[in-house]
């Protein structure tokens, strides 16, 4: 185990919402002399989360799971109803970017104000204030009002000002969900390089591909509550698939209810060459069929399959019949399912593969086999690297 940087334990959020039902004069008056009566909604419950130095942690769930309301609560910008949070270095949290601004005052003269609030010292300020101009794309605008700039050119601003500040942990909420796709990418960069000096980032996006290309463990919220905690690539398929949150529950009991409710069940998997035969090893640009059993203990209709290619922990490739416009129609009993590849797109390698079921609609996850199978692709071939691309070169002399 590092050290750690953030530790949350036992978390509680509970927000009051004041009931303002008086409506006649008769109900004011009463109110007048009574508390106002108050609606109580727990948003945060019981979470507990340990962040090593250095780590990259996404934080992802549906809207209004909670996830903004943690990160608020680590930055102590909300205090917990109940539990503790203990950060160990310093903190910056980028979440309400903006907040500060002067619309009647210039784009530079807002840099000062937002970099102080920030925490940066004038002299750094002072050195600074061109590369945020710049790192912004504002270079054009800098002595114009502020309130002349667009919404997506503020955000920029204020992006581009914090990351001048110097965070052991950075705190980021959906950032890269504003500006145009080219300033996402220049965010995108920056996130990289602090991860790689060794930030400890906390990174909520509804953004799973940034989560995956950015994050080593992700923690998955549903309703306030920690569904799962791990592994990034895992818990994303899990939140996608929309695993039955009590077959993630850590109880066996819970699990044991899990299972029986398995309306299909995934029975095995082979991978079928293009001799017909089950086999593991292969080679790039072979015919390949994932052969997927499957047994139904009742009449179920449409259930989608859905199959996920790995190499280590990149995650190549995922699809489901319902992606690829097919429909498995009424389901009772035993079967298999084919996912057909012509010519296999890998050139080498150990190739992991997820496969899952689940109901019509996506809401009800039947069965989830997570990178239990495998196989091998061997290259025939001198290119190198993972992919296989059937391309061809050709040259043209000019003269
Ligand atoms: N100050 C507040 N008072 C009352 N309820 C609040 C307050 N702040 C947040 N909530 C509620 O808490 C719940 C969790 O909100 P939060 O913003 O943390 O969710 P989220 O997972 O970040 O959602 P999103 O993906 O939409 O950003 C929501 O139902 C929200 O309405």
């Not at 945020?132 to 919404?151: M, P, Q, T, Y």
């Not at 199959?307 to 699809?319: E, K, L, P, S």
């Not at 590849?341 to 996506?362: C, K, M, N, W």
Request: proline residues 3%; aromatic residues 12%; contains cysteine.
């Amino acid at each position: 185990m590092g050290e750690t940087a953030v530790k949350v334990e036992h978390l509680w959020k509970t927000f009051r919402i004041p009931h303002e039902r008086r409506n006649t004069l008769f109900e004011n008056i009463i109110g007048f002399f009574r508390p106002n009566s108050y609606e109580t909604f727990t948003v945060l419950k019981d979470i507990n989360l340990e962040v090593e130095r250095g780590e990259c942690i996404g934080i992802i769930g549906d809207n209004g799971s909670g996830k903004s309301t943690l990160l608020k609560i680590i930055a102590k910008i909300l205090r917990p109803t109940s539990g503790f949070v203990k950060v160990f270095g310093k903190l910056t949290p980028f979440l309400e970017l903006g907040v500060g601004f002067q619309p009647e005052l210039s784009v530079r003269e807002n840099i000062r104000i937002y970099a102080t609030i920030m925490g940066l010292p004038k002299k750094v300020i002072d050195d600074r204030i061109d590369d945020v101009i710049r790192f912004a794309g504002l270079e054009r605008f800098e002595d114009a009002k502020l309130k002349n700039l667009s919404s997506g050119m503020q955000v920029r601003l204020a992006f581009s000002t914090a990351i001048q500040t110097d965070p052991d942990i950075l705190l980021v909420d959906e950032v890269l969900a504003v500006g145009d796709m080219e300033f996402q990418q220049k965010c995108f960069r920056v996130f990289e390089d602090y991860r790689d000096s060794g930030v400890t980032i906390l990174f909520v996006s509804h953004d799973l591909n940034a989560v995956r290309m950015l994050c080593d463990r992700t923690l998955l919220l549903s309703n306030g509550e920690r569904v799962d905690f791990g592994d990034t690539n895992s818990i994303i398929d899990k939140y996608i698939y929309k695993t039955d949150v009590s077959e993630v529950a850590e109880t066996s009991s819970e699990k044991e209810r899990a299972s029986t409710r398995k309306e299909i069940e995934i029975v095995d998997v082979k991978f079928v060459d293009k001799y017909g035969c089950p086999n593991e090893n292969f080679v790039a640009g072979d015919p390949l069929r994932v052969r997927i059993f499957f047994d139904a203990h009742g009449t179920v209709r449409s259930p989608v399959f859905g199959i996920i290619f790995y190499h280590g922990d990149t995650y190549c490739y995922g699809t489901t019949t319902e992606f690829k416009g097919s429909d498995t129609g009424i389901i009772n009993g035993k079967g298999y399912v084919d996912f057909i590849i012509p010519s296999l797109p890998f050139l080498q390698g150990r190739f992991e593969v997820t496969v899952a079921v689940a109901s019509h609609d996506y809401s009800t996850q039947y069965d989830w086999h997570d990178r239990r199978y495998a196989f091998n692709v061997h290259n025939p071939t001198r290119d190198l690297g993972m992919m296989l691309i059937e391309g061809t070169w050709s040259l043209r002399r000019d003269a």
